[in-house]
């Protein structure tokens, strides 16, 4: 079957840096998309990645390892507003989407 | 605003009642969508159309239909509502369906639908 896997639950404190993993099995790779949700909002698009290495944007980096079926967001100077739900979704074979339940990222003062 | 809309963004309803959740994008995008999130936030596909026709359609109750009368708009209608349909139901559009880019989701605000 297909599956993705991510942490449930992450904290850290404002203005440190935190890495968020997520690991893929799926039939097939056509990318590997980052969504942000915030608390009883929709998620929004934040990166996505289709050759291995690292994608960079503002304070938000995501990488990926095809041979390791494994990427990770990393977001730099935490700021409160960053407390949210991060979603990793791979796209297999046939275009279509696998969503991971998503990491609450908690960022204390 | 260029945006993925839909209504009504709170429905609260009795079991057994039909109700519509309607959407709009104004993006000019070809593929919408359909998703349900539960409350442990998984978020599930239920329905894809793309230029109107539909190209995805995942194991959902029959009771679920959704209708794309053009490429801008695509609503679902739900019959005879049972408990377990309480969820979030987001709709959504991107460019197209062949990888990339493409593939990048604008989501609606969402629709929280409560069956009592």
């Known amino acids: 079957g297909q599956n993705i896997d991510q942490p449930t639950e992450m904290t850290a404190t404002e203005g440190a840096i935190v890495q968020i993993n997520c690991t893929y099995q799926?039939?097939?790779?056509?990318?590997l998309f980052w969504y942000q949700q915030h608390a009883g909002e929709a998620p929004t698009f934040l990166s996505y990645?289709?050759l291995d290495g690292l994608e960079e944007k503002g304070r938000f980096s995501s990488f990926l390892s095809r041979s390791k079926g494994y990427s990770y967001l990393l977001l730099k100077e935490l700021q409160m507003k960053d407390s949210a739900s991060y979603l990793c979704?791979?796209?297999?074979?046939?275009?279509?989407?696998?969503w991971g339940a998503g990491t609450k990222l908690i960022i204390k003062p | 605003d260029t945006a993925v809309s839909q209504t009504p963004k709170y429905l609260v309803t009795q079991m057994g009642n039909d109700k519509s959740i309607k959407c709009e994008q104004n993006?000019?995008?070809?593929?919408m969508y359909w998703y349900k999130q539960d409350s442990k936030k998984f978020l599930k596909i239920m329905f894809s159309?793309?230029?109107?026709?539909?190209?995805i359609n995942e194991t959902v109750p029959n009771r679920f239909s959704p209708k794309s009368p053009d490429k801008a708009h695509l609503n679902l209608h739900i019959n005879s509502l049972e408990l377990g349909d309480s969820a979030v139901y987001f709709c959504?559009?991107?460019?197209?369906?062949?990888?990339?880019?493409?593939?990048?989701?604008?989501f609606g605000a969402g629709s929280r639908l409560t069956v009592l």
């Open positions: 979704a791979v796209m297999d074979s046939n275009y279509q989407l696998i």
């Open positions: 990645n289709v």
């Open positions: 799926t039939s097939g790779f056509n990318g």
């Open positions: 993006l000019g995008h070809d593929t």
């Open positions: 159309y793309n230029n109107k026709e539909l190209i």
């Open positions: 959504a559009s991107s460019q197209g369906t062949s990888g990339g880019g493409a593939n990048v989701l604008t």
